[in-house]
């Protein structure tokens, strides 16, 4: 494949978890759909899209793949696992953010330029919303301000996931412009 499909492809899949990080903000809004199985589904897609363009890059492919994997094995968790206590449900989006944080802290020391710059961010973060997520910090509050009353789980992930979504996102559209800028 060559430099320049390449780059449209990692393109692609950053759009593409952008938009799901869009979607995840926007769950709050979506009465009676089930919460846990939603955002399973969001992190298993969020996290095969993120292996896909792991598979593309030229460095680190593995840490970006393993990225992925983390991504996608917790969204597992959450259908396999819906639990109906609070938490029962934070301990793997914590894990999740901080097993993804390191390995983009990682990567970020085997990049250059702005992909480390962007790699950083992601890994910063994910580790920033382990911690508020860890100091019981309530995004569910600003979610049920602005959309009404939700499910407490729903609310609480749905501003998490979309954050880290969008962040993942922009990296890969980094990535791909320096692809598409060394093609």
């Known amino acids: 494949m060559s430099d320049l499909a390449r780059a449209h492809w990692i393109m692609a899949c950053g759009i ?3 938009l799901l990080g869009i979607g995840s903000a926007l769950l709050p809004a979506a009465d009676g759909m089930r919460g846990p199985a939603i955002i399973g589904v969001l992190l298993i897609g969020a996290g095969l899209i993120e292996i896909f363009a792991g598979t593309l890059r030229k460095q680190v492919h593995k840490f970006a793949i393993a990225a ?3 991504t996608a094995l917790a969204g597992l968790w959450f259908i396999i696992n819906p639990g109906g206590h609070f938490f029962q ?7 999740w ?3 993804r944080s390191l390995i983009l802290a990682w990567t970020s020391r ?3 330029g702005s992909v480390r710059t962007w790699t950083g961010l992601s890994a910063g973060m994910d580790l920033l919303l382990a ?3 860890l100091a019981g910090l309530s995004i569910a509050t600003l979610v049920v301000s602005v959309f009404g009353p939700t499910q407490p789980l729903v609310a609480s992930f749905s501003w998490v996931l979309a954050a880290s979504f969008v962040v993942t996102g922009n990296l890969l559209l980094e990535v791909a412009s320096c692809e598409r800028n060394s093609a």
């Open 16 to 18: 593409a978890i952008i």
């Open 68 to 70: 992925g994997g983390v």
């Open 89 to 95: 449900s934070v301990t793997p989006i914590i894990f």
């Open 97 to 99: 953010l901080i097993a």
């Open 110 to 112: 085997h990049t250059g």
């Open 131 to 133: 911690v508020l997520l």
